[in-house]
């Protein structure tokens, strides 16, 4: 492996890992036509690809691909043996399988909160994965594995991110359950309560006070009066 490609395909892993929270074991969804290649070319992708990404891979594929395979028949026959070694992810089309691409492309809708990479030849599928943000794109140039430059989708994705224009969907949900894990949605809708901030002492009960003071004043001025009457009545 070039010393050049690995470096390219390290910055890359850079930008997803810190913009779009990729982390191992990285989910890679593989399609019969990256199969197909990777048997011609002889590539190991189980034992090559976790090196070229620089992290533990889990390789998976869906029902849908594998339908796809065995309705191609002998031609495609190697490719479908690959296809079913891998961890296979439930789809939405148990009762009707759609074609590998569609399949795929279900699995990446609202934001690809599993984080998916795609791993295909097909290159109509690679322009419409190109066209959602935040999704790593696989393929195979002769006999090596190619990580994808990050697409203008996703380029101009991040920028709005760093300028707070939008939080990706998949944050949205995490931040409301955290919210109301903690309690803090309920907290947000009720009226918070004034606290009572430490005042001076209370007015009347300085008033009571000073009169009591007067009275207790008075009090001697009432007695020297009762004796000057009674010395006069003398």
Same mark, same amino acid.
């Given at each position: 492996?070039?010393?050049?490609?690995?470096?390219?395909?390290?910055?890359?892993?850079?930008? =997803?890992?810190?913009?779009?929270?990729?982390?191992?074991?990285?989910?890679?969804?593989?399609?019969?036509?990256?199969?197909?290649?990777?048997?011609?070319?002889?590539?190991?992708?189980?034992?090559?690809?976790?090196? =070229?990404?620089? +992290?533990?891979?889990?390789?998976? *594929?869906?029902?849908?691909?594998?339908?796809?395979?065995? /309705?191609?028949?002998?031609?495609? =026959?190697?490719?479908?043996?690959?296809?079913?070694?891998?961890?296979? #992810?439930?789809?939405?089309?148990?009762?009707?399988?759609?074609?590998?691409?569609?399949?795929?492309?279900?699995?990446?809708?609202?934001?690809?909160?599993?984080?998916?990479?795609?791993?295909?030849?097909?290159?109509?599928?690679?322009?419409?994965?190109?066209?959602?943000?935040?999704?790593?794109?696989?393929?195979?140039?002769?006999? *090596?594995?190619?990580?994808?430059?990050?697409?203008?989708? /996703?380029?101009?994705?991040?920028?709005?991110?760093?300028?707070?224009?939008?939080?990706?969907? =998949?944050?949205?949900? /995490?931040?409301?359950?955290?919210?109301?894990?903690?309690?803090?949605?309920?907290?947000? +809708?009720?009226?918070? #309560?004034?606290?009572? #901030?430490? +005042? +001076?002492?209370?007015?009347?009960?300085?008033?009571?006070?000073?009169?009591?003071?007067?009275?207790?004043?008075?009090?001697?001025?009432?007695?020297?009066?009762?004796? %000057?009457? %009674?010395? %006069?009545? %003398?």
């Amino acid at each position: 492996m070039g010393v050049t490609r690995q470096k390219h395909a390290k910055k890359i892993m850079g930008f =997803y890992k810190h913009n779009f929270q990729f982390r191992e074991p990285f989910q890679v969804l593989l399609d019969g036509t990256f199969c197909q290649a990777a048997l011609r070319n002889k590539i190991q992708i189980r034992e090559q690809l976790p090196g =070229y990404l620089d +992290g533990a891979a889990q390789l998976c *594929t869906t029902r849908c691909v594998i339908k796809e395979l065995e /309705s191609l028949g002998k031609a495609l =026959y190697g490719a479908k043996l690959i296809a079913q070694r891998f961890q296979v #992810r439930n789809c939405s089309h148990h009762k009707n399988p759609v074609s590998g691409s569609t399949c795929l492309l279900s699995m990446i809708e609202d934001g690809n909160p599993h984080h998916f990479f795609i791993a295909t030849q097909d290159r109509d599928l690679s322009k419409k994965v190109k066209r959602k943000p935040g999704i790593p794109l696989l393929f195979i140039i002769q006999n *090596t594995m190619v990580l994808d430059k990050p697409s203008p989708k /996703s380029l101009a994705f991040v920028q709005k991110l760093q300028t707070n224009e939008l939080v990706p969907e =998949y944050q949205k949900q /995490s931040i409301v359950e955290l919210k109301e894990k903690e309690g803090l949605v309920k907290q947000e +809708g009720e009226k918070r #309560r004034k606290r009572k #901030r430490a +005042g +001076g002492p209370n007015p009347l009960s300085c008033l009571k006070k000073k009169k009591k003071k007067t009275q207790e004043g008075q009090e001697p001025s009432a007695e020297k009066k009762k004796r %000057r009457k %009674r010395k %006069r009545n %003398r």
